[in-house]
């Protein structure tokens, strides 16, 4: 065991990351997104990072729980944030109402959205295509396709909104449906003092998401985090999730 393992052993005691009436609510919300993917069915959960990727291992520690023997849709990644609306300017893009002619409208929402078509982006659409080729004909989907985007919580539903546009320009034909994890009366229990609403650890320490802090507004996929003692935090989270689960 080296030094920096010594100290993190004496300095962040193994703590429970969750209270008990935290961990009954996400007993409870998780079972509830896993009822609405079983409703809407989709091919494909997207969950944005970085907020929403300990959602996902919620959703796999689970799955087999409280659906067993069905098969899981498959389970992908975006991070498309306030960088990201920076890049396009999201705040002007293109209104309908301000162009004279739908091939005019149409032709400036296409210069709007290739400011965010880095060649970063082609490839994960192009991921994306290839994983749902089973299910696409012509980039539209079967009925009971798509894919279903899930948030953690919102504030203003700035990042949901972006990332619901970004998947619309890519695949205009695709049904989308959109999810947010926790609700407005949850604010009360997970909570921080010092931070105005709803408070979840890695709101404040993205360790926990085993993700970097780094941004890349090019990039659609949030980089890890490679430092071996800064994942311990979300190692460990990892681990109560597993066992809220199948403890």
């Known amino acids: ?30 079972k ?32 087999n729980k409280y659906t067993p023997g069905r098969e899981m ?11 990201k609306a920076e890049r396009i300017n999201f705040k002007s893009m293109p209104y309908r109402e301000d162009y004279s002619s739908e091939e005019e409208y149409l032709k400036k929402v296409k210069e709007f959205w290739s400011k965010l078509d880095t060649a970063e982006s082609q490839t994960y659409i192009e991921k994306i295509r290839k994983d749902l080729k089973p299910v696409i004909k012509k980039n539209s989907f079967d009925e009971e396709g798509g894919i279903m985007l899930v948030d953690d919580y919102s504030v203003s539903g700035f990042s949901l909104e972006l990332a619901n546009s970004f998947f619309a320009n890519h695949f205009s034909d695709m049904p989308r449906a959109s999810y947010l994890f926790l609700k407005r009366q ?45 994942r311990e935090k979300g190692v460990e989270l990892k681990k109560e999730i597993n066992a809220i689960f199948n403890g």
């Open 186 to 230: 949850d604010e009360t229990v997970f909570k921080k003092e010092g931070w105005r609403g709803t408070h979840l650890p890695w709101n404040t320490d993205k360790s926990y998401t085993l993700l970097s802090e780094e941004e890349n507004s090019a990039k659609f996929i949030a980089f890890p985090e490679r430092d071996r003692a800064l």
């Open 1 to 30: 065991m080296n030094n920096i393992e010594n100290i993190l052993k004496i300095e962040n005691p193994k703590i429970k990351i969750f209270n008990e009436e935290q961990t009954k609510i996400i007993k409870e919300r998780t």
């Open 73 to 83: 849709p498959k389970i992908r990644f975006v991070n498309i944030g306030r960088e």
């Open 32 to 63: 509830e997104l896993i009822e609405e993917i079983v409703g809407v069915n989709p091919q494909m959960v997207v969950f944005m990072d970085r907020g929403a990727r300990p959602l996902a291992w919620m959703l796999r520690a689970a799955w």
